[in-house]
């Protein structure tokens, strides 16, 4: 028997996020810089070695993949390398396949993806306005990304909605995105602004909106009933009693989630970052090109989550943002 990943805190690493691509057909504002400067393909993992990283981890107890970005589905050839994860979902050492999207692609990859065992992927949605939508994403077009949305449930998904909180921005449509989520049968969950990217710490203070605050408007409305469900990830859920929907709630600066932490993070660079809100990170590019033998690549994944930290250093607090990360959501992957 191969011995899990454990830290130096005994949590055990059985997910892995999987940033494919630093490239995305939108450029939302709390992701990345409107005139974004890409990493040289060259310096990319190509879809085969991320195949073998990512078998590697498998390996090693990792029992679920999220494919990220960027937008992981404009990566050139991208199905191929779903297809070639599937073998690990039929042998039954993964456990789960999936990813989170922009939605821009799904209407014509959704069928693809269920085919090679992708039961349900996240899609982030913030506003149901299109000016709005037009106006965070820069780039995107609301009408496509609910086609497909769309596409994905005809093709047997379940859609969860991931909606970024921005504080002046999407407040009035708090229950505007659960009425919609609750009438399409898609779970919601709010996420908190991070601080990360180049933006000024004033403009990540202005964007900010506290999901405790978010939960207590909420609440007017709604009877919520706590769950014990996980779905692997930082999440914390309700479900409305009323509706019978689920909500969840991602709060790394209000409630801080890393005691049960158990994922990592591979960039499409072959960076390993053990936390999202810090700047440690191990070179897994180097040991996986230099060895055609695996033995190398999986002892410099034990380094690394033996160098996991505890926790993360984001904070909000007294106005002002400590623990800022320079580094664009979307290069670690999103």
């Given at each position: 028997?191969?011995?899990?990943?454990?830290d130096?805190?005994?949590r055990?690493?059985?997910?892995?996020?999987?940033?494919v691509?630093?490239?995305?057909d939108f450029r939302?504002t709390?992701?990345?810089?409107?005139?974004?400067?890409?990493?040289?393909k060259?310096?990319l993992?190509t879809?085969?070695?991320l195949?073998?990283?990512?078998s590697?981890?498998?390996?090693?107890?990792?029992?679920?993949?999220?494919?990220?970005?960027g937008?992981p589905?404009?990566?050139?050839g991208?199905?191929t390398?779903?297809?070639?994860m599937s073998?690990?979902l039929?042998?039954?050492?993964l456990?789960?396949?999936?990813?989170?999207?922009?939605?821009s692609?799904?209407?014509?990859?959704?069928?693809?993806?269920?085919?090679c065992?992708?039961?349900r992927v996240?899609?982030s949605?913030?506003t149901?306005d299109?000016?709005?939508?037009a106006?965070?994403?820069?780039?995107g077009r609301?009408?496509?990304?609910?086609?497909?949305?769309?596409?994905?449930r005809?093709?047997?998904l379940a859609?969860?909605i991931n909606a970024?909180?921005?504080?002046?921005?999407n407040?009035?449509?708090?229950?505007?995105?659960?009425?919609?989520?609750?009438?399409?049968?898609?779970d919601?969950?709010?996420?908190?602004?991070?601080p990360?990217?180049?933006?000024?710490?004033?403009?990540r203070?202005?964007q900010?909106?506290?999901l405790?605050?978010?939960?207590?408007?909420?609440?007017?409305?709604?009877?919520l009933?706590d769950?014990?469900d996980?779905?692997?990830?930082?999440?914390?859920?309700v479900r409305?009693?009323?509706?019978?929907?689920?909500?969840?709630f991602i709060?790394?600066?209000?409630?801080?989630?890393?005691e049960?932490?158990?994922?990592?993070?591979?960039?499409c660079t072959?960076?390993?970052?053990?936390c999202l809100?810090q700047?440690?990170?191990?070179?897994?590019?180097?040991?996986?090109?230099?060895?055609?033998?695996?033995?190398?690549?999986?002892?410099?994944?034990r380094d690394a989550?033996a160098k996991?930290?505890?926790?993360?250093?984001?904070d909000?607090?007294?106005q002002?943002?400590t623990g800022?990360?320079?580094?664009?959501?979307?290069h670690?992957?999103g």
């Open positions: 028997m191969t011995p899990p990943l454990v130096p805190f005994a055990a690493v059985s997910y892995l996020r999987v940033s691509t630093d490239r995305c939302c709390y992701c990345m810089s409107e005139h974004m400067t890409f990493l040289p060259a310096d993992l879809l085969e070695e195949d073998r990283l990512c590697a981890f498998v390996r090693l107890g990792v029992q679920k993949l999220r494919i990220t970005g937008e589905l404009v990566r050139r991208i199905m390398f779903f297809r070639a073998r690990h039929d042998s039954g050492a456990k789960e396949l999936t990813l989170t999207t922009n939605g692609q799904l209407g014509k990859f959704a069928g693809e993806l269920a085919a065992g992708v039961r996240n899609v949605l913030d149901l299109p000016a709005k939508f106006e965070v994403t820069r780039w609301l009408p496509q990304v609910l086609d497909g949305i769309a596409a994905a005809a093709a047997g859609v969860k970024v909180a921005l504080k002046g921005f407040e009035d449509e708090l229950f505007p995105l659960v009425d919609w989520c609750g009438r399409e049968g898609h919601l969950t709010f996420i908190e602004v991070m990360m990217g180049e933006m000024g710490n004033d403009y203070i202005d900010y909106w506290s405790k605050d978010l939960r207590a408007r909420l609440a007017d409305r709604f009877a009933i769950l014990a996980r779905t692997g990830g930082p999440a914390r859920y409305l009693a009323e509706t019978g929907q689920r909500v969840g709060t790394p600066l209000t409630h801080n989630f890393c049960s932490c158990n994922r990592v993070r591979l960039t072959g960076e390993l970052f053990m809100g700047e440690d990170r191990a070179d897994l590019r180097r040991p996986l090109r230099t060895s055609s033998d695996d033995t190398a690549l999986e002892s410099a994944i989550i996991k930290p505890k926790g993360h250093d984001f909000y607090s007294r002002t943002v800022q990360m320079s580094r664009h959501m979307s670690t992957g």
